[in-house]
């Protein structure tokens, strides 16, 4: 039974990875999460904001202290309220290639083309074998059209290309008027990767106190659905590699999204949830699928039912419409 895969040209043992979190934010966990059988471990993402705070106590271009913009950016955390400040986290890197031997991911998260990106060159020279761009951004300027926002996105990863060598993942959302289109060009600018989705993290409101509050729930099964239908719809139709997070919780939802088309599967709330040892049981899970369907290979599972049609509109049409008519009272 042959597990391997390769994602953003590294070779795995098997799928199922750590997805960017503060699971490996310690040197014993992350050891935990080797022994436990993950194929490769995304470390939590660097913001933007804390690189340029650093760098020229700045954020976006604005001074925290300047009472002009203190209220635009109160809701920014101080410095100190990092878990990991930017040379802290170089060093990470350094010390979390020493003690595991399976990839080890980096992840930035930004939404600009600042000087912040240079320090992707930091990263690539602390032995990350992978840089993921985590882009997460909230359209509400109504200025702010969306050609423009794909442009800065495309334009961002060019960036990044001519500045470090090793591969660059893209971590998106799915609310693009045509994400298709998106990560077709992403893929032509030099992707090396998609991951597919960003969770949208939504803020609640206290009624009590009349202020927002954050929000956080884990995932689950429930929104794995939007992710396997994009991955389906651009298996074989770029070149970069595909990956899933969020809404993968058991073995089957594994097995569901390497069918659709992804080359790598993270997980963070399953094993939030489960222990380290959950990535052991999704190996075993995909491992006990295939002998019972009669595969041989991971590279046979993958995009075994993706959308290869021409007319790929016309599916999707038929698609929508077929569902709605299944509905009975």
Same mark, same amino acid.
């Given at each position: 039974?042959?597990?391997?895969?390769?994602?953003?040209?590294?070779?795995?043992?098997?799928?199922?990875?750590?997805?960017?979190?503060? *699971?490996?934010?310690?040197?014993?966990?992350?050891? &935990?999460?080797?022994? @436990?059988?993950? !194929?490769?471990?995304?470390?939590?993402?660097?913001?933007?904001?804390?690189?340029?705070?650093?760098?020229?106590?700045?954020?976006? $271009?604005?001074?925290?202290?300047?009472?002009?913009?203190?209220?635009?950016?109160? #809701?920014?955390?101080?410095?100190? /309220?990092?878990? *990991?400040?930017?040379?802290?986290?170089?060093?990470?890197?350094?010390?979390?290639?020493?003690?595991?031997?399976?990839?080890?991911?980096?992840?930035?998260?930004?939404?600009?083309?600042?000087?912040?990106?240079? %320090? !992707?060159?930091?990263?690539? $020279?602390?032995?990350?074998?992978?840089?993921?761009?985590?882009?997460?951004?909230? !359209?509400?300027?109504?200025?702010?059209?969306?050609?423009?926002?794909?442009?800065?996105? &495309?334009?961002?990863?060019?960036?990044?290309?001519?500045?470090?060598?090793?591969?660059?993942?893209?971590?998106?959302?799915?609310?693009?008027?045509?994400? #298709?289109?998106?990560?077709?060009?992403?893929? &032509?600018?030099?992707? +090396?990767?998609?991951?597919? %989705?960003?969770? %949208?993290? $939504?803020?609640?409101?206290?009624?009590?106190?009349?202020?927002?509050?954050?929000?956080?729930?884990?995932?689950?099964?429930?929104?794995?659905?939007? /992710?396997?239908?994009?991955?389906?719809?651009?298996?074989? /139709?770029? &070149?970069?590699?595909?990956?899933?997070?969020?809404?993968?919780?058991?073995?089957? +939802?594994?097995?569901?999204?390497?069918?659709?088309?992804?080359?790598?599967?993270?997980?963070?709330?399953?094993?939030?949830?489960? @222990?380290?040892?959950?990535?052991?049981?999704?190996?075993?899970?995909?491992?006990?699928?295939?002998?019972?369907?009669?595969?041989?290979?991971?590279?046979?599972?993958?995009? !075994?039912?993706?959308?290869?049609?021409?007319?790929?509109?016309?599916?999707?049409?038929?698609?929508?419409?077929?569902?709605?008519?299944?509905?009975?009272?």
């Amino acid at each position: 039974m042959n597990l391997a895969t390769t994602y953003l040209g590294l070779p795995l043992a098997h799928p199922f990875m750590v997805g960017s979190s503060p *699971l490996a934010d310690h040197l014993d966990t992350v050891k &935990r999460l080797e022994d @436990g059988g993950a !194929a490769a471990i995304v470390l939590r993402s660097l913001f933007e904001e804390q690189i340029t705070m650093a760098a020229s106590s700045r954020i976006h $271009q604005m001074d925290p202290l300047d009472p002009e913009f203190a209220g635009a950016l109160a #809701g920014f955390p101080r410095p100190d /309220r990092y878990p *990991l400040s930017p040379a802290d986290y170089v060093e990470h890197i350094h010390r979390v290639k020493d003690a595991v031997g399976i990839p080890v991911i980096a992840s930035l998260n930004g939404t600009t083309n600042e000087s912040w990106a240079t %320090f !992707a060159k930091t990263i690539e $020279q602390a032995g990350a074998d992978a840089l993921e761009l985590n882009i997460y951004e909230m !359209a509400t300027d109504p200025a702010d059209s969306a050609l423009a926002i794909e442009e800065r996105i &495309r334009r961002l990863v060019v960036d990044l290309k001519t500045t470090v060598r090793i591969p660059i993942a893209v971590k998106l959302g799915p609310f693009f008027t045509a994400f #298709g289109h998106v990560a077709h060009e992403l893929d &032509r600018a030099g992707a +090396d990767g998609l991951i597919i %989705f960003n969770r %949208f993290y $939504q803020p609640d409101i206290d009624v009590t106190s009349l202020t927002t509050v954050p929000h956080i729930e884990l995932s689950t099964s429930a929104e794995l659905l939007l /992710r396997l239908r994009w991955l389906s719809a651009l298996r074989g /139709r770029l &070149r970069c590699s595909l990956a899933v997070t969020g809404g993968v919780a058991t073995p089957t +939802d594994g097995v569901k999204a390497i069918l659709a088309g992804a080359h790598g599967v993270q997980l963070v709330s399953a094993i939030l949830r489960n @222990g380290p040892g959950h990535l052991a049981s999704m190996r075993d899970g995909l491992i006990a699928w295939m002998n019972s369907k009669g595969f041989t290979s991971v590279d046979q599972v993958r995009g !075994a039912i993706a959308d290869r049609g021409v007319h790929l509109d016309l599916l999707e049409r038929g698609s929508y419409i077929r569902t709605l008519q299944s509905w009975t009272a």
